[in-house]
């Protein structure tokens, strides 16, 4: 990849401007700030989700994101702020405007999956549809469809007590499409099953998105998940927005320490400022070595030492078996200890700065103890700021 | 103790081939099917016995008491109506109550939850004594108010009817039902309710078709615990009913005892028809459950969604003060305004108020000063013993493996299918036979409590120990504890807010017990329930009033220890 | 006793035959003669009071049998306690108890002379004269006197409040109970009580045959006492107590209430409350010494003056009661009838159906 187009993607994702948000904004989220027991847990954030598009809310427990969901779903109610969905706002604070749940014309898949238990698959599914008030032969044929999207058709007519966990979800997301919403919310779906089902129901889940081709906006605590589907993400931390843009340049472009720790794995490395290398970019001395960051990146803040913050990725630093001959962000190194992790292998590396941790392929593997040659692609070492 | 706590430790108790019943199954199955079964096989007899009527046991068999009864089909037909007709009432109640304070977002909820449970274990001899002096039609203090008020010449209500004896029933059973459906409400998961609002239900949509069906489980419970509960009443319809001449199968009962000669036999024959019917409930219900056992109840405590009733609001808390009015703020009150009166008219003029009814029975009357100590003692024996068995029994149906545990369940629960004044009638015959000296002595009654309470203690202990995560217990294992020492360190600490609030409702309920102890309290031995109904005989209003406002304070001063001391756990 | 010796001494004398005879026949007479002695024999005070506290069963108002016991207590140093049962529900329990051996009851005061003469035929009740006897005329105790005793006359006057039964309407005589307008409105104690099968068996030959039937018409109501019957009169809930005992009449006169009793000319059904010694009582002594203090001049003034009672005794006057050699009293005097236990089945049908039940 070239130098200039990662720098451009930098700059797009450094901008941080919510992507869609005049011309085609289906939810649009204003200054919303939310309550509980006293305690704010949203804090005045805004954003918008585009029409058919995916959004992701991730963060870690606590940070706002379930009720900022809820406060779109109308089941929570905040203290202040704006909602409005498909052009009619739904929630006003100065104009006492608060829409009811019932007719937001939402679906909404629960951490729990919600199926009612005294109901067969088909009454869970063809709910929605009944309280529209639809032609009973029109529900039957939107059911069974559903059911077919999902591989549900079989269990039809079950009671919903004798569906598994797996199963159980998989009706929840087809009773969320069913009643032809104006938009999905999923809140964590899919934290309650083990792992591998988790990444088969989130290749479903891409697949009935494109399908459907409807706005949605997820929940969840699990990075990983959020990448793998998302248009645009949102991070969130205590009740605000740390960052928002598309998963890649989010990766690529961290800018905050947290957001460098929560998505992916990154090395956080300290260092004093020098001066400034061609392009304007800064310098940092590390340890003993010197590192030039991404040209058109600028220093953050610093931290409370005045030492500066730099994040470099795990998965771009490269090794290779050559002899230093010195250049820029080139050094020395050696491998401390290597960890095999099954399709991926775990470095640390001893290297003038300190230590670093990289991760790398099974193909060509470095013994421990072996010296090596460590380059660091100057715009993927990114200034992130300290808290 | 070692063969409990060995077959506790999970070993399998004996080869796959023949599995075993292990000590902890079959001592207390022995020893409960000896308590209940005698006195019921003695019931049995009686009730066939067509000929000497007071022969011990009888010689003669038929079924002509049966054929007696059917001229006497008022007696079944009140009771039925009493039943059904309190059970509606009550449930309605208790069903509303707990949706107010559980689900909507009137204020004072907090208290209305504590004020609410009280009437339930204050109990009915308590209502039937005050609510006969607020609705007696010429002196009630209700009517007395209605006629100066409005001027009119007939009175408002009447309680010596069965309406009467229906709503006295309904207002002092509802808290059982608020109490089961509100710790039902709290199980629920929310998003049940809330999955159901998204996709576009309506408020009373979502109520009637999401939230009824689940909570019909608790709904069903609590109902058949009103019905045999109310089957079995004895207090309210003897106080309000009998010289109304309304007479139910309890009444009957009691004055078919006390003629000359007894007719033991047709009592006990009414007796055992009690007993059918309210066996009919329990397997009744136990069926329709068992096709609807959702996984509602998930061992989770939810904080249930609020509804906001807006303008409802107001209406809502005017309703459940209306309530505590009348279960608990007029009884009382009423109680406390005839205990201080001279003369058994109540009379708002100071200048006859006295004290002297106290200082009679607390001090001057020999009976109830006694009463009241061996009531305390009763209370305090029962919920230590009581607590105690049913927390081993609770164990061994949950947690051993051995054969015979559903049966040992069953067998704990069977008293709750027998009213208790049919089952204290066959105690006292049991007592009477025995070569024991037991008779007159205060451990009969003990024993009568114990067994009679065992399925209330049971259901509070097994509640608490089910929802004990099993790796508590095998974590302690792992780090080398013995099964003894597991059960002594892990479970029971862990089960100790449990115990506290079992132990205290056995407490309070055994100190209001009439029916239980009526036939064994004598004069060696008088106990509080019966003291204070022998007064209701012949010793004039003002001083079984006294005696109802003592016991009322006994049991709200236990009422508020259990509070101080335990939080809020108490469970039926 | 004579031994049987070896072929060396002969010791079956006839000296030692006469003598193994004698404690033979005293083995088994001494103890009849002995109760015989008993039943007349003074009470020891000294052995009374380790037998541990008099147990009293009587069917009377409990604060009242309680407040004598008091002073019966202060005066001799013999403990007791009591209990209320009616006769209904006191004699199965003596019964049941008779028959386990366990039971446990000293003294019994009863309404029902009848049942106290069936439990001297069943010998059990223990005979003892009380120091005064010679007070009480034949009709006031047992024809041997020393099964049971008097210790006050039952009276049992209709009874009603002025203040809710105007005086010109109120019934003058127990015909008058029949009138339409008392439909629902008549008290009576329930079967179990001793003064209602006087009541009926008493009445059942003087009025119309046909008045318990249309009395039961009447719907009356049952109580489990003179006490609640009183009570309900007082407050406006019952307007006339068909058999009240008239103690209740005094009580009221005492507390100054407007209370009226109706004594009729044709006469007022009354029951001796009579007291006895049950016969296997473990407190012998203390059992005598209470019949000696209930039945003597103190004793009865004590007792009428806390209850409100006519005495037996001609020596013993309580204000407001009205005087028994003045009204005219109607006791039972058929005896074997009045104890027959088929009369009392009879009754206790009658009455049950007629109170409701």
Request: aromatic fraction near 8%; include cysteine; hydrophobic fraction near 45%.
């Amino acid at each position: 990849m070239s130098e200039t187009r990662e720098a451009h993607r930098f700059t797009a994702g450094q901008a941080a401007r919510p992507a869609a948000e005049q011309a085609n904004a289906y939810i649009e989220v204003r200054g919303l700030t939310a309550a509980y027991d006293g305690k704010v847990v949203v804090n005045d954030i805004s954003f918008a989700v585009a029409s058919g598009e995916h959004l992701s809310l991730l963060g870690p427990s606590g940070c706002g994101k379930s009720t900022t969901l809820r406060c779109i779903a109308g089941l929570e109610t905040p203290v202040a702020g704006e909602i409005v969905i498909d052009g009619e706002p739904v929630f006003t604070s100065e104009r006492r405007v608060n829409v009811p749940t019932e007719k937001r014309k939402l679906s909404m898949v629960f951490q729990s999956y919600a199926i009612w238990p005294h109901m067969s698959v088909f009454e869970n599914v063809a709910y929605g549809l009944r309280v529209q008030r639809a032609r009973e032969s029109e529900v039957k044929e939107r059911v069974a469809e559903v059911l077919r999207m999902v591989g549900m058709q079989e269990l039809m007519m079950r009671p919903a007590t004798e569906l598994s966990g797996g199963q159980q979800q998989r009706v929840a997301l087809a009773r969320a499409y069913a009643s032809r919403p104006k938009a999905i919310l999923l809140d964590e779906p899919l934290s309650n099953l083990d792992a591998r089902l988790r990444v088969r129901m989130r290749e479903e889940i891409k697949e009935l998105q494109h399908q459907f081709d409807l706005s949605t906006i997820y929940v969840t605590h699990d990075q990983e998940e959020a990448m793998a589907i998302s248009d645009r993400i949102i991070v969130m931390r205590d009740g605000r927005i740390e960052q928002a843009g598309k998963p890649l340049d989010i990766y690529d472009a961290p800018r905050s320490r947290f957001v460098a720790d929560f998505i992916g794995a990154a090395n956080i490395l300290a260092g004093s400022l020098e001066a400034a290398g061609p392009d304007g970019a800064p310098t940092l001395r590390v340890g003993e070595a010197r590192v030039q960051c991404a040209p058109g990146s600028a220093p953050q803040t610093p931290d409370a030492d005045g030492r500066h913050l730099i994040a470099v990725r795990t998965v771009y630093p490269e090794l290779r078996r050559e002899a230093a001959l010195g250049g820029v962000n080139r050094w020395p190194a050696t491998i401390a200890r290597r960890v095999l992790l099954g399709d991926i292998v775990s470095y640390l590396v001893t290297w003038p700065g300190g230590e670093l941790r990289v991760q790398s392929f099974p193909r060509d593997l470095f013994e421990e103890g072996e010296t090596v040659l460590l380059h660091l692609p100057a715009h993927r070492v990114v200034p992130i700021a300290a808290e | 103790m070692a063969a409990l706590a060995r077959a506790l430790a999970g070993r399998p108790a004996g080869s796959a081939a023949f599995p075993r019943i292990g000590p902890e199954v079959w001592i207390p199955l022995v020893l409960l099917s000896g308590s209940l079964g005698y006195p019921c096989f003695l019931l049995v007899t009686s009730a066939f016995n067509v000929g000497d009527p007071q022969a011990l046991p009888a010689v003669e068999y038929g079924i002509g008491n049966f054929i007696e009864l059917g001229d006497h089909l008022d007696w079944i037909g009140n009771t039925l109506l009493i039943a059904t007709g309190g059970t509606i009432l009550g449930m309605a109640i208790g069903v509303g109550l707990a949706w107010i304070i559980h689900r909507t977002t009137v204020p004072g909820r907090g208290l209305f939850e504590l004020l609410v449970a009280i009437p339930y274990p204050l109990g009915p001899l308590v209502g039937a004594l005050a609510w006969s002096q607020l609705g007696a039609p010429r002196d009630g203090l209700i009517n007395r108010f209605f006629v100066w008020a409005t001027g009119a010449d007939h009175p408002l209500i009447n309680i010596y009817t069965p309406t009467g004896i229906i709503f006295v029933e309904a207002i002092f059973e509802a808290p059982v039902a608020v109490l089961i459906i509100g710790a039902a409400m709290q199980r629920m998961d929310p998003a049940l309710e809330e999955s159901s609002s998204v996709f576009g239900a309506g408020k009373v949509r979502t109520a009637f078709k999401i939230t009824l069906p689940l909570m019909l489980p608790a709904i069903l419970s609590a109902a058949l615990f009103m019905f045999t509960s109310t089957i079995g009443s004895f207090a309210i319809p003897t106080i309000l009913g009998t010289s109304a001449r309304f007479y139910v199968a309890t009444n009957a009962i009691y004055v078919l005892m006390q003629g000359y000669p007894p007719n033991y036999p047709l009592a006990a024959a009414l007796g055992l028809v009690l007993v059918a019917m309210t066996g009919f409930a329990v397997w009744l219900v136990q069926r329709v459950l068992r096709k609807r056992s959702f996984a509602v109840i998930s061992g989770r405590n939810y904080r249930p969604r609020l509804v906001d009733m807006r303008g409802w609001t107001w209406v809502m808390f005017a309703i459940v003060w209306a309530y505590i009015g009348l279960s608990l703020v007029l009884p009382l009150g009423t109680l406390v305004l005839a205990s201080i009166q001279t003369s058994s008219a109540l009379s708002f003029d100071p200048a006859v108020w006295t004290l002297k009814n106290y200082s009679y029975i607390l001090f001057d009357f020999p009976t109830t000063r006694q009463a009241i100590v061996n009531s305390l003692i009763l209370g305090v024996g029962t919920g230590t013993i009581g607590v105690a068995c049913a927390t081993l029994i609770a164990v061994a149906v949950h947690r051993s493996r051995s054969r015979g545990r559903k049966l040992l369940e069953q067998v704990t629960m069977l008293p709750q299918s027998i009213p208790r004044l049919i089952f204290a009638f066959g105690f006292f015959w049991m007592v009477l036979t025995l070569p024991v000296p037991l008779y007159g002595t205060l451990f009969a009654v003990l024993l009568a409590y114990i067994v009679v309470f065992l399925p209330l203690a049971y259901r509070g202990m097994s509640g608490v120990v089910v929802q004990i995560d099993r790796a508590l217990e095998e974590a302690a294992r792992v780090s080398g504890a013995s099964a003894a020492r597991v059960m002594r360190t892990v479970t029971v600490p862990l089960l100790r807010s449990g115990i506290l609030a079992t132990w205290a409702l056995l407490f309070m309920v055994s100190v209001r017990e009439i029916s239980a102890s009526l036939f064994l309290s004598g004069a060696h031995n008088p106990v509080l329930g019966p003291a204070i109904f022998s007064f209701w005989d012949s010793g004039g209003l003002p001083r079984v009033s006294a005696l109802a406002v003592v016991q009322a304070v006994i049991i709200l001063a236990a009422l508020y220890a259990v509070r101080r001391f335990a939080g809020r756990e108490l469970k039926i | 006793m004579a031994k049987r010796g070896s072929h060396g001494r002969s010791a079956l004398t006839r000296r030692g035959v006469l003598i193994a005879g004698a404690a033979g026949v005293a083995g088994v007479a001494v103890p009849r003669l002995g109760a015989l002695a008993q039943a007349t024999a003074t009470p020891d005070i000294k052995a009374a009071s380790s037998e541990g506290a008099l147990v009293v069963w009587h069917g009377d108002q409990e604060a009242d049998v309680v407040e004598f016991l008091k002073i019966f207590t202060q005066k001799t140093g013999v403990q007791t306690v009591q209990q209320r049962l009616l006769p209904g529900a006191a004699l199965p329990k003596l019964e049941a108890e008779f028959r386990t051996g366990t039971s446990d009851v000293d003294a019994y005061m009863t309404s029902d002379a009848g049942i106290m003469e069936n439990l001297r035929l069943q010998n059990r009740l223990v005979r003892y004269v009380p120091k005064e006897i010679d007070a009480y005329s034949e009709s006031y105790r047992s024809a041997q006197p020393g099964w049971w005793t008097t210790y006050y006359i039952n009276a049992g006057p209709m009874m009603y409040d002025p203040r809710y039964v105007s005086e010109d309407v109120a019934p003058k005589t127990w015909t008058d109970l029949l009138d339409p307008r008392w439909k629902g409105q008549i008290g009576f104690q329930n079967a179990s009580a001793g003064t209602s099968y006087a009541f009926w068996f008493v009445m059942k030959d003087i009025l119309p045959k046909d008045f318990f039937e249309k009395l039961a018409a009447q719907k009356p109501r049952a109580y489990s006492s003179s006490t609640q019957i009183q009570q309900d009169i007082e407050r406006g809930d019952l307007k006339i107590g068909g058999r009240v005992s008239v103690f209740q009449y005094v009580k009221a006169m005492r507390a100054k209430n407007p209370v009226k009793a109706v004594f009729p000319e044709i006469g007022t059904p009354s029951v001796n409350q009579v007291v006895g010694i049950i016969g296997n009582t473990k407190r012998p002594n203390s059992a005598k010494i209470f019949v000696d203090y209930l039945t003597s001049r103190e004793g009865q003034q004590s007792w009428n003056d806390i209850q409100g009672s006519p005495s037996a005794r001609s020596d013993v006057k309580v204000e407001h009661v009205p005087d028994i050699n003045s009204t005219k009293l109607l006791l039972p005097v058929n005896f074997p009838e009045y104890m027959n236990p088929a009369r009392r089945r009879e009754f206790t049908a009658i009455w049950n159906k007629m109170t409701g039940l």
